[in-house]
Structures are given as C-alpha cells and as structure tokens.
C-alpha cells in the first residue's frame, strides 16, 4: 500500500480509490478527507460538534430534531467515511449505540491511525457493504439509519432500489428515521427517483437542501428525511434558514410535484446516481 506525506497532507491508496488527508489551514487539528478528489469528510478533532459541510449539518439537524435532546438513540451509519456523524452523535446524544458500515478496509485503518475517534464501546465500525449489513440485521433496531455512501462520487446502483428501501425500513423501529444524503445536479432524475422510491415504504418525507439545487439550477446535496410519522417539517425549516448557507425544505404537495411522476427504481433496473460535473471539486481544493 502506497502512502506519503506532503507537508502535512497525507495520501494513501485505499482499497477504493486514492484517499488524501488535507489539514484545514483555518482550524488547528481540522483535516479534509478526500478520496479520488472529492471531497467525503470534514473532521474537527477537538470539536466534533463543529460540521464544515452544509449537508452534513442538515443530517446533524435531523437527528438533533428526531427525538428529545440528548437522549441516546441506536444509529446505523451507511457508509463511514472519517466518521464525521458518529463523532457527533456520541458527543451530543452520550450513550447511543452506534454502528458504522465502511466498504473500504483499508480506508477504515488510515482513519483509525491518523484521525483517531475516541474509544466508545458503543461505537463499532464494521468493514461490509451496506446492503450486506441491512440483510443481517435484525427487524425493527434502529431509530435512525443514515445513508451517505459513494463510490467515484456517485452512489452505487444497489443501494438505490425499492428492495434496499424496503430493507432499510424493516430495520427502522415504527418511528424511525431514514435520513440520505442524495448528491444530484439537473435534471434531478437520481433525486426525484429516491424521493419516490423511499416514500413507497416510509410516507412521510420531507427533502431539505439548497433552492438552487432543488430548483435543478446546479449540482449539490439533498438530505432526504423520511419515516412513518409526519417529520419535523417547522424546525428543520428554522434551522435550514439559519444555516450559514441557508437552506429550504420541501414537503407535502411541493414533494409531491418535486417527485413529478418519477417512477419506483427496482434492482433490475437500478443505475448509480449521476456523476458530478468535471472539475467540480477541483476548485474547492
């Protein structure tokens, strides 16, 4: 395995593609993971409440929003990447059983050595694939399950279907949460298809994100929130337009017209999401 430092940056081959750790020159002890150039994680070693990605925040939001303050919840994380949610859930909700599934080994063990997460027994992070890792787990013993998975910036074809939504809401307690993040730029097909797909087995969503990106104005991330309650449409409202990019959700009758007839993605017909536009993030880095 190929590793080398330049200054302080860390590059590594992992076993999906070439990882890059990238220390944030505007705060001590940040770094930025990247993997073939794109960028995956933003972690703050000595804050871990501190999130630098607007869509992580609307995760963070989401689960902050989803049950009481504090209170410790059982969290499935869907692709791990520097750990960025678990760390903050284990520091804003103690005592919550978390479990992390990471398909990439090797990238598991560059994260583990140069950006170590704290000890927590109740914190596990497991190399296998997500669909795997649903298909093993037993009914209804998560609150929240939290998919943010890609391979080459896009989200693999079999993790977008009604069979592994129907998977992830068997796992989901009655009231839980299954909270996405969907990367998607115009005309929007990957976007509206999971909003269709997810809402045929969990109803009630909502779809939280940039106006121009959910006007299919520009690439960016979607967080999709969906259960078998009515989300907290108000507060992740307040706190989408309070963001330091503020956001807007969509839901009821708008996610209604925002779906626009997309059609249910089955495994027989499902494709990845689209690939961001060339040199997106070049100019981020």
Not at 205 to 222: E, H, I, P, S, T
């Amino acid at each position: 395995m190929g590793r080398k430092r330049t200054a302080d940056r860390v590059i590594e081959q992992v076993d999906t593609g070439l990882a890059e750790l990238v220390p944030d020159p505007d705060r001590a002890g940040s770094w930025t993971l990247l993997l073939d150039g794109a960028p995956q994680s933003h972690v703050d070693l000595a804050d871990p409440t501190h999130l630098e990605f607007e869509y992580v925040r609307r995760l963070a939001a989401a689960v902050d929003l989803v049950a009481p303050a504090g209170a410790p919840l059982r969290v499935l994380h869907l692709g791990g990447g520097a750990l960025t949610l678990p760390r903050y859930v284990s520091a804003t909700r103690p005592g919550s059983t978390q479990r992390v599934s990471e398909v990439d080994g090797a990238l598991v063990e560059l994260v583990r050595r140069a950006l170590p997460w704290p000890s927590d027994p109740r914190l596990k992070v497991r190399v296998q694939d997500a669909r795997a890792v649903l298909a093993s787990t037993r009914e209804a013993s998560y609150d929240v399950v939290v998919a943010d998975v890609f391979a080459g910036a896009r989200t693999p074809a079999h993790l977008t279907s009604l069979e592994y939504a129907a998977e992830v809401a068997r796992v989901l307690r009655p009231d839980g949460w299954y909270l996405a993040n969907l990367a998607d730029g115009p005309p929007l097909r990957h976007a509206r298809g999971q909003v269709a797909t997810v809402r045929s087995v969990l109803p009630q969503a909502c779809l939280v994100g940039d106006a121009a990106v959910l006007r299919g104005r520009r690439y960016g991330n979607l967080v999709l929130v969906a259960g078998r309650s009515e989300p907290p449409v108000p507060e992740l409202t307040r706190r989408a337009a309070g963001d330091w990019f503020p956001g807007r959700v969509v839901a009821d009758d708008e996610l209604d017209r925002f779906a626009g007839g997309a059609q249910v993605v089955r495994d027989a017909d499902a494709t990845g999401s689209d690939p961001p536009p060339p040199g997106l993030f070049s100019v981020r880095r």
